[in-house]
């Protein structure tokens, strides 16, 4: 199937599309694509994070945040569960593009050609195994790209398996990276906003707990994933993070992984809430995201409740064992 894929991007003009406030994961996965097949530009209508940003600047590439998909012959989008991911106004994805993905799927892309892996880590993991399928050199400022995306998805190894490990060791490899380059790229001290944007997180955060497993919630406008992580530092063992930007809300979630190898997984529980509010919901056990039309601080209401009740559940069977 890869090499289908790999042989129908050959030549074409492309455009490579990724979620709002995209991710290394998602920028990397689309700048190895647009490296390896082109001619092609990679698109976030809603930008990119800071992160992100700092890579691509250090490599030397540009993302658009303005463009009309219609002067492209090809679609292409990665790392994105739903078309909503782009916002309320954008266009229809025609038919013949090609999503590339690696979360659990949602199947709201039934009506393109979507390739999915979710037991990969990252999505510039399946993106390595497409350029090996399609014979294609990997330049060493694709190599760091997608280093780097595996990095961030992976929290820095800390959610790594085996397959992981042995796809970031071949990438280094093949690529002539080291350890230190790798781990570099992607590192950048918090600027003065994130650092206030965390404080404030943490001063409107809300808690409950069952037993020894703690639920937090906050919300602010911007860092949502810095401060999950800030509150799961605290003591949180799941954590949501909500921003308001007029009608519209962005929720990011947070588990450590001893929560995800107890039962719970945040992309299930987001993915149920968004069907039955008709947002858009879903991701991995330990991080997830929720998007849509709506009051945020409800939206964090409702995840702390279903939080709880999949705590009681672990309590009851935690019981019933032996």
Not at 183 to 196: D, Q, T, V
Not at 230 to 239: E, F, P, Q
């Given at each position: 199937?890869?090499?289908?894929?790999?042989?129908?991007?050959?030549?074409?003009?492309?455009?490579?599309?990724?979620?709002?406030?995209?991710?290394?994961?998602?920028?990397?996965?689309?700048?190895?694509?647009?490296?390896?097949?082109?001619?092609?530009?990679?698109?976030?209508?809603?930008?990119?994070?800071?992160?992100?940003?700092?890579?691509?600047?250090?490599?030397?590439?540009?993302?658009?945040?303005?463009?009309?998909?219609?002067?492209?012959?090809?679609?292409?989008?990665?790392?994105?569960?739903?078309?909503?991911?782009?916002?309320?106004?954008?266009?229809?994805?025609?038919?013949?593009?090609?999503?590339?993905?690696?979360?659990?799927?949602t199947g709201k892309w039934d009506n393109v050609q979507f390739?999915?892996?979710?037991?990969?880590?990252?999505?510039?993991?399946?993106?390595?195994?497409?350029?090996?399928?399609?014979?294609?050199?990997?330049?060493?400022?694709?190599?760091?790209?997608?280093?780097?995306?595996?990095?961030?998805?992976?929290?820095?190894?800390?959610?790594?398996?085996?397959?992981?490990?042995?796809?970031?060791?071949?990438?280094?490899?093949?690529?002539?990276?080291?350890?230190?380059?790798?781990?570099?790229?992607?590192?950048?001290?918090?600027?003065?906003?994130?650092?206030?944007?965390?404080?404030?997180?943490?001063?409107?955060?809300?808690?409950?707990?069952?037993?020894?497993?703690?639920?937090?919630?906050?919300?602010?406008?911007?860092?949502?994933?810095?401060?999950?992580?800030?509150?799961?530092?605290?003591?949180?063992?799941?954590?949501?993070?909500?921003?308001?930007?007029?009608?519209?809300?962005?929720?990011?979630a947070r588990a450590d992984q001893e929560m995800v190898r107890?039962?719970?997984?945040?992309?299930?529980?987001?993915?149920?809430?968004?069907?039955?509010?008709?947002?858009?919901?879903?991701?991995?056990?330990?991080?997830?995201?929720?998007?849509?039309?709506?009051?945020?601080?409800?939206?964090?209401?409702?995840?702390?409740?279903?939080?709880?009740?999949?705590?009681?559940?672990?309590?009851?069977?935690?019981?019933?064992?032996?």
């Amino acid at each position: 199937m890869l090499g289908y894929v790999g042989e129908a991007l050959k030549g074409k003009n492309k455009i490579i599309l990724v979620h709002g406030n995209a991710d290394m994961d998602a920028v990397g996965s689309a700048y190895a694509i647009a490296e390896c097949f082109p001619p092609a530009k990679i698109y976030a209508p809603d930008g990119i994070d800071r992160v992100a940003k700092m890579v691509m600047d250090k490599i030397g590439a540009d993302v658009l945040t303005e463009c009309d998909i219609s002067d492209f012959e090809m679609i292409v989008v990665v790392d994105t569960s739903s078309p909503e991911q782009f916002g309320p106004n954008f266009p229809v994805i025609p038919d013949d593009s090609i999503v590339i993905d690696h979360h659990r799927p949602t199947g709201k892309w039934d009506n393109v050609q979507f390739v999915c892996d979710e037991t990969k880590v990252s999505c510039c993991e399946l993106i390595y195994e497409l350029l090996c399928a399609s014979n294609v050199k990997i330049k060493r400022n694709v190599g760091m790209a997608l280093l780097s995306g595996m990095l961030t998805d992976s929290g820095h190894f800390s959610y790594a398996n085996p397959q992981f490990l042995r796809t970031f060791a071949d990438v280094m490899d093949t690529a002539g990276i080291s350890m230190d380059e790798a781990m570099g790229l992607p590192r950048s001290e918090a600027g003065m906003s994130e650092r206030i944007a965390v404080m404030k997180g943490m001063e409107r955060s809300k808690f409950d707990r069952i037993g020894d497993m703690i639920v937090a919630t906050s919300y602010g406008g911007s860092f949502e994933a810095s401060v999950c992580k800030a509150l799961l530092g605290a003591g949180a063992d799941v954590v949501f993070v909500g921003s308001q930007r007029d009608d519209m809300f962005r929720l990011s979630a947070r588990a450590d992984q001893e929560m995800v190898r107890r039962g719970i997984h945040l992309g299930d529980i987001l993915k149920n809430i968004g069907e039955e509010t008709t947002t858009d919901g879903g991701g991995h056990g330990g991080a997830a995201g929720l998007s849509g039309i709506g009051d945020v601080e409800a939206m964090l209401h409702i995840c702390m409740q279903r939080t709880m009740n999949e705590f009681r559940k672990m309590r009851k069977n935690d019981s019933e064992l032996p």
